[in-house]
C-alpha cells in the first residue's frame, strides 16, 4: 500500500412546431433536479447522478472562452506506465479537491484544483489477481460520499477490491470492511469482492464440495472463470452499489463464466446488504429466458459502463453486456435476460423496479456502452422524469425512470436469422419509434439511398458489388464459411459506433442532448466449427499450477463454443473508397422534449483518403468528418467540445491545430476556440475552486508528451 412515464403521440408535424417554440423561447424544462454539481462541485464521474456530463456553471461562457488560459498540467505517467487507453478516467471534485485514477493500476490520486499538484496517492498492494485481470485499465474514476461527517472515496480495482479511503488523507478507513491475509495489505479500508459473489452460485458451490480452496490471492480458478471491474461503483442513499466486469465477450471461447451479479455494501462499515443476480434463478424474473439450463453455467451480462442514479427515488440504474462467448449463443439460446439491459434497482434492497431488454441473445458486441442519462423532461405539456439511453447501433431509447414506460412507443421488427448450426437468434429486436436514429443508415441498412455516389459511375460500380451481397440492418448473422447461399455475405450498419470512449451529454436546464457517432458498414467474418479447441488465454497461471500459460493453446471439449469466427468476410471497396457514404465523425443534438433533431455537424475536415483521391479529383466532396471523435459537455451557455483523436493505443496527430472549443447550444456554431496541448480523451469535467471556474479536459498519446494527463484552463 502507498499512501503519496409515456404521453400521447403527436404528430410529426406538431413535433416540428414545438422544436421551433423551443428555438424561441428556450425550451421548457423543470430543472437541474439530480444531485452532483450544486456550488461549482463535480461529485459524479458524469458531474450530476443522472450522467449528463454537464454543469451550470456560467463564469466561463460564450463571450470570454476565447480568452481561457492554460492553468496546469497534471501528468498521468508520473505513476509508470500510461498509455492513451489508460487515461479513460474524468476527475470528481468535492470540498475543494479533485480525485481521479491512472495507470493500469488505478492508483488513486487526489489533486489540487489550483495547482494541479499531487496531495497524495493510493496504491493497491499487488496480488495475483491483479496481474491475471482481464482489464487493469479502464477503471473510469472514483465515487465519494459523506459518512458521519467525513468525505470517503470509493474505488474498485482491477483484482476486484472495494476500498474506502479517507478523502483527506487517502489513507484506508478504520473500522470498514475486513482483513484481507496476503501481503502488505491493510486490516482495515478493504473488501473482497469475490466470496460475496460466488457464495451463492452453484459452480463455486460444487467446487468447494469437490475439495477446492478459495485462494485470495490468485481469486477464482481459472475453470470457472474470471471478474474484475471496469467502472467505479456509485454511492446512493448510503448504499455503494459495485459494478462487474469480465473479459470481453468477443475474445471468449468457454461458455462458463461467474455472472456479473451487482452487489451493494453499507457505505459507513462496508457491512454486505445486497445481491441482484444478474442471470435469473430458478423462481426468478427472467429465468425462463435462459435455455438448455444455461443459467447453471453461463456468466458474464457485465455492468461495463458507469451508473446513474435518482436518490429521491432511491433508484440506481446499470446497463448490460451479453453472455458469454458473444458472437455464438448455441449454448445459451434464449433472450438472455438481463443481457443488453437496462436495470433500475432499488438501491436499499437490490429488488429491481424495471428493466428494458434494448437487444436480445447478443451476438454482435452491442453491449450498452454508456451510463444511462438522466434528465426531467416536459412531453406534450407532461412533466416527465426520464432515462434516455443510447446505443452502439446508433438508436436512441426513452424512458420514464420512475416506472421503465417508453416515453414514445417501441415497436418489434424481424431481424435475420442466424444459420450456423445450432446457433439461436432472437425473432424480433426492438426498435424505438422515437427519437429516430442518430444515423437514418441503421433502419433498413445499406440501401441505395446510402450508397456513395460522388459520382454516377461510382454509385453504378458500388450497386453492382453490393449485388453479390445480402442487405441487413443492425442484427445481421454471420454465416458458416460454406453457407451455399448464392450471395457472398450479409452486411449490416451501423449508427454510433464504439460509443464507449465518446459519451453522449445532455443539459436538464433545456432538455438538449447531444450524441457523438460515425456510420460503419459491415461484413461479418465466416463462422467455423471449432472442434473443441480453446484459444482463449488471458492470463498466466497461478506458479507451479498447470492450465493456461503463455503461448499455448490448450483444450477444454465441451467448454467451448461450437462454432466461432474464423476470418473472412469484410467489406469491398473500390479502390479503396467505402461503398457507403461516409459519415466519420458526427456530433448530432436533439430537443428531447420533443425527441427532435436540431442540427447534426461533421466534425474534423474529410478523410484525406477521400478528398486526394484520384477518382474524385473534380469532384466537389461534402463534408463527412473526420478521425476521432467528438467529446464534450455542457457547462452554463455553451457546449465545450473537442475532438478525441486518440483511442486504444491508435493514435492520429492531425495537421490541423488541436482546440477546445465553445458551440452554441441550440445551433452547433462554433463560437471560439483555445489550443490543446494534445489531443483529447474520453471526456471533460469543470468546477468552481476558490471563486474561479476551471475546466479539465483529458488529454493524452503516446505520440506526444502528455500521454495519459489531464489540462485544465481558467480565465486569466
Excluded at 476500498?163 to 484506508?172: C, I, M, N, Q, V
Excluded at 459507513?268 to 446488504?273: C, D, K, M, P, Q
Excluded at 453491449?367 to 447501433?393: C, E, R, S, Y
Excluded at 450497386?463 to 445480402?470: P, S, T, V, W
Aim: proline share 9%; glycine share 12%; hydrophobic share 35%.
Amino acid at each position: 500500500m502507498t499512501i503519496t412515464r409515456r404521453p400521447k403521440i403527436t404528430s410529426r408535424y406538431t413535433k416540428l412546431i414545438a422544436g421551433a417554440i423551443y428555438c424561441l423561447v428556450g425550451g421548457v424544462s423543470f430543472g437541474q433536479g439530480l444531485p452532483g454539481t450544486e456550488n461549482g462541485e463535480w461529485r459524479y464521474l458524469g458531474g450530476d447522478a443522472g450522467h449528463t456530463r454537464s454543469s451550470p456553471l456560467d463564469q466561463i461562457n460564450r463571450s470570454n472562452f476565447a480568452d481561457l488560459e492554460q492553468a496546469w498540467i497534471w501528468r498521468g505517467d508520473n505513476f509508470g506506465s500510461s498509455l492513451d487507453f489508460f487515461s479513460r478516467s474524468t476527475p470528481i471534485y468535492v470540498d475543494g479537491v479533485l480525485y481521479t485514477v491512472a495507470t493500469p493500476r488505478r492508483q488513486v490520486v487526489a489533486i489540487d484544483p489550483e495547482t494541479g499538484e499531487n496531495l497524495w496517492t493510493f496504491r493497491e498492494p499487488e496480488t495475483i489477481r491483479h496481474q491475471r485481470s482481464p482489464r487493469q485499465a479502464y477503471g473510469k474514476g472514483v465515487a465519494y460520499a459523506e459518512v458521519n461527517g467525513r468525505g470517503v472515496i470509493y474505488v474498485t480495482s482491477p483484482g476486484f477490491f472495494l476500498w474506502a479511503l479517507d478523502a483527506k488523507t487517502g489513507r484506508p478507513l478504520e473500522n470498514w470492511g475486513s482483513e484481507f491475509p496476503v501481503g502488505q495489505f491493510p486490516e482495515t479500508g478493504v473488501i473482497d469482492l469475490i466470496p460475496k459473489l460466488v457464495e451463492d452460485w452453484g459452480p463455486w458451490q460444487d467446487y468447494v464440495v469437490a475439495g477446492g480452496q478459495y485462494d485470495p490471492d490468485y481469486g477464482i480458478p481459472r475453470e470457472l472463470g474470471m471478474v474484475t471491474a471496469s467502472a467505479p461503483p456509485i454511492v446512493v442513499n448510503g448504499v455503494v452499489v459495485v459494478l462487474v466486469g469480465h473479459q470481453p465477450s468477443y475474445g471468449q471461447t468457454r461458455i462458463e463464466n461467474v455472472p456479473g451479479d451487482i452487489m451493494g455494501f453499507d457505505a459507513e462499515t462496508g457491512e454486505f446488504l445486497w445481491k441482484f443476480h444478474s442471470i435469473p434463478r430458478p423462481g426468478e424474473v427472467g429465468h425462463e429466458t435462459w435455455l438448455n439450463d444455461a443459467w447453471r453455467f453461463s456468466g458474464d451480462i457485465s455492468t461495463w459502463a458507469p451508473a446513474s442514479a435518482d436518490p429521491e427515488l432511491g433508484l440506481v440504474y446499470m446497463v448490460t453486456n451479453a453472455s458469454t462467448v458473444q458472437a455464438y449463443s448455441g449454448h445459451r439460446p434464449g433472450n438472455n435476460l438481463f443481457g443488453g439491459s437496462v436495470l433500475a434497482l432499488d438501491v436499499k434492497t437490490g429488488e429491481r423496479r424495471w428493466h428494458y431488454q434494448i437487444h436480445r441473445s447478443d451476438q454482435w458486441n452491442y453491449d450498452l456502452p454508456t451510463p444511462p442519462m438522466l434528465m426531467d423532461l416536459t412531453v406534450d405539456g407532461q412533466k416527465i422524469p426520464a432515462l434516455i439511453q443510447n446505443t452502439k447501433q446508433g438508436l436512441v431509447f426513452a424512458f420514464n425512470r420512475e416506472t421503465g414506460e417508453p416515453i414514445w412507443p417501441i415497436e418489434e421488427r424481424s431481424v435475420m436469422q442466424t444459420e450456423v448450426p445450432g446457433n439461436w437468434t432472437a425473432a424480433t429486436q426492438p426498435y424505438p419509434t422515437w427519437p429516430q436514429p442518430v444515423d437514418p443508415i441503421v433502419i433498413d441498412g445499406l440501401t441505395e439511398e446510402f450508397v456513395i455516389d460522388y459520382t454516377p459511375e461510382l454509385k453504378q460500380q458500388a450497386l453492382a458489388l453490393l449485388e453479390d451481397f445480402r442487405i441487413g440492418g443492425l442484427y445481421v448473422p454471420a454465416l458458416p464459411r460454406n453457407h451455399g447461399n448464392d450471395f457472398t455475405n450479409n452486411i449490416g450498419c451501423l449508427g454510433a459506433g464504439n460509443v464507449i470512449p465518446h459519451p453522449p451529454v445532455a443539459d436538464p436546464s433545456t432538455g438538449m442532448m447531444y450524441s457523438s457517432h460515425s456510420r460503419s458498414c459491415f461484413a461479418p467474418g465466416f463462422m467455423e466449427p471449432t472442434n473443441g479447441t480453446d484459444r482463449d488465454n488471458p492470463n498466466y497461471p497461478k506458479p507451479g499450477e498447470g492450465g493456461v500459460t503463455p503461448n499455448s493453446t490448450p483444450t477444454t471439449g465441451r467448454t467451448v463454443a461450437a462454432w466461432l469466427p474464423r476470418g473472412g468476410g469484410g467489406m469491398p471497396t473500390i479502390d479503396g473508397l467505402r461503398l457507403f457514404k461516409p459519415m466519420d465523425s458526427q456530433l448530432t443534438a436533439y430537443q428531447m422534449n420533443t425527441g427532435e433533431k436540431t442540427w447534426s455537424l461533421p466534425i474534423g475536415p474529410t478523410l484525406e483518403q477521400i478528398t486526394s483521391h484520384p477518382l474524385l479529383a473534380e469532384v466537389d466532396i461534402p463534408e463527412s468528418g473526420g478521425l476521432g471523435w467528438s467529446i464534450q459537455m455542457v457547462t452554463g451557455d455553451v457546449l465545450v467540445q473537442a475532438r478525441a483523436m486518440s483511442e486504444g493505443g491508435v493514435q492520429f496527430i492531425p495537421d490541423e491545430p488541436l482546440t477546445l472549443n465553445a458551440r452554441d447550444k441550440v445551433s452547433g456554431e462554433l463560437l471560439a476556440s483555445v489550443a490543446l496541448p494534445a489531443p483529447a480523451q474520453y471526456g471533460m469535467m469543470t468546477y468552481l475552486h476558490e471563486g474561479k471556474q476551471y475546466i479539465v479536459v483529458q488529454i493524452g498519446s503516446s505520440r506526444t508528451d502528455f500521454p495519459g494527463s489531464l489540462v485544465a484552463y481558467r480565465l486569466p
